[in-house]
C-alpha cells in the first residue's frame, strides 16, 4: 500500500510542477521566481518518492538508494520550507529578484550542514517544518477574508505535513527518507501546498495580465 502511495504522491508533485510551468509565463518576473523554488521543492518530493516506490517493489539498487537518500534529505530539509515562503511571498505580492530565491536554497542547505556539525540536526529539522507550516498558516490568514479556497489548502497542508510527527513521535517528513505508512499524509500536504501556490500565482499582483486575458 505504502508503495503506491509513493506512486502516487511522485507523480501528483510531478503533475503540479507541469500545471505551475504551464503558468509562469503569464507572471512578472518576481512570481517567476517564486514558481520556480516551489517547483524545485516539489521536484524534489517527487524524485525522493518515485524512488521509494521502485526500492518497494524490488526494482532499486545501491546507486538508486544513495540518489534516494541524498534526494530524501534534500527534501526534508528545502520542501516544506521553500513551499511556505513561495505561498507567502506571492500572497503579499511581494518583490525580490528571482535568483535571490537560489540564495534562499543555499542558504538552507549551508544551515543544514551547520546544523550537522554541531549535532542540531533534529532541533533543524523541526525549525524548517515549523518555519513553512507558519507561512503557510499566515497566508491562510491573509486570505481568510479573499479566497477561502486559498485559505484551506494553506490549512490543510501545514496539518499533513506536520501532525504525523506529532502523532507519532518522529521527525517531521522522515517519510521521505525512510519507507514510512505516515507517507499517506504526505500526499494532501504537499497537493494542498502546491495548489496553493498555483492559485496564489494567480493574483492580481503577480500576473503581467488580465482574468479576461487568461481565458
Known sequence: MSNL????LGLSCLGLCVWLWRRKSLMHAPA??????AMVALLLVAATSLLLALAGWGLS??????AQRIMGLAAQHIAPLLLGLAALYLGRGMSWKPNYWASVILGIMAFYELSRYLEWQTAYQ???SL????????TALLYLAHDRR?????LVAPVCLVLPALLYSQLP?????????QASW????????????GLLAEQAHNSQTTPQDRT
Open 5 to 8: 502511495v509513493y506512486l502516487l
Open 32 to 37: 517567476q521566481g517564486a514558481l520556480k523554488a
Open 61 to 66: 539498487n545501491s546507486g538508486l538508494a544513495h
Open 126 to 128: 523541526w525549525l524548517v
Open 131 to 138: 518555519l513553512g507550516a507558519l507561512a503557510l498558516l499566515a
Open 150 to 154: 486559498i485559505s484551506l489548502l494553506c
Open 173 to 181: 517528513q522522515l517519510a521521505l527518507l525512510h519507507a514510512s505508512l
Open 186 to 197: 504526505l500526499l494532501p500536504g504537499y497537493l494542498a501546498a502546491g495548489l496553493a501556490v
